[in-house]
C-alpha cells in the first residue's frame, strides 16, 4: 500500500508539473503574440500552434487532476438538498458513470489519434506530427477514468462521503473546521 501511495503522489507532482508548465506556456504565448502585434507588426507564425498544444494538454490532463481534488464541474443542486445516505449513493453511483463514459471517451479518442498517426498529418508551420498533440486526449481520459475509480472506492470504504480522492464533501465538514479553501468550493 505503501508503494500505490509513493506512485500516487508522483502521478500527482507529474500532474501539477504538466498543468502549470502548459498555463505558463499559454500566458506566454499569448503575451508575446500581443507584443509582437503591437511593436513589430505581424504576429509570431506558430503562436497558435504552441497554444493550442498547451490548451488541449491542459484541458485533458486536467481532468484527472480535478477529479482528485474534488474541483471538478458540478450540479449539487440536488446533491446538497438531499439526505447523507442519498448522497452516499450518489457518491458511489455518479464515480461509476463517470469513468465508464470517461474510458469510453478514451477508446474513441484512441482511435481518433491512431487515424492521425496513420495520415500522417502535421501542424503548418512547426511541422510537428498532430497525433503528438493528441495523444493526451485518450490519455486525459484514461487518467480522469483511473481517478474516477479511485473516488468510487473512497467512498464505498469510507463512512465519509468524498467528492473527490482528496476532498471531503463540503457538506460534511464543520463550519468552524472549514479552512479558506474549503469555502472557496466552486
Partial sequence: MKFLNIIDKIVLKIEEFILSGSIIVIAIMICANVISRQFFGPSVAFHSEVAKFAVVISTFMGISYAARKGRHISMSAIYDTVPWRVRKAMAIIIPLVTAFILFSLAYVSYDYVMGEYQRGTTTAYLNIPTYLMYMFIPLGFVMGGIQYVRNLIVNIFN??????????DYNDIKPEDRNAEDQMQV
Fill in 159 to 168: 463512512k465519509e462521503v468524498y467528492i473527490g480522492t482528496d476532498a471531503l
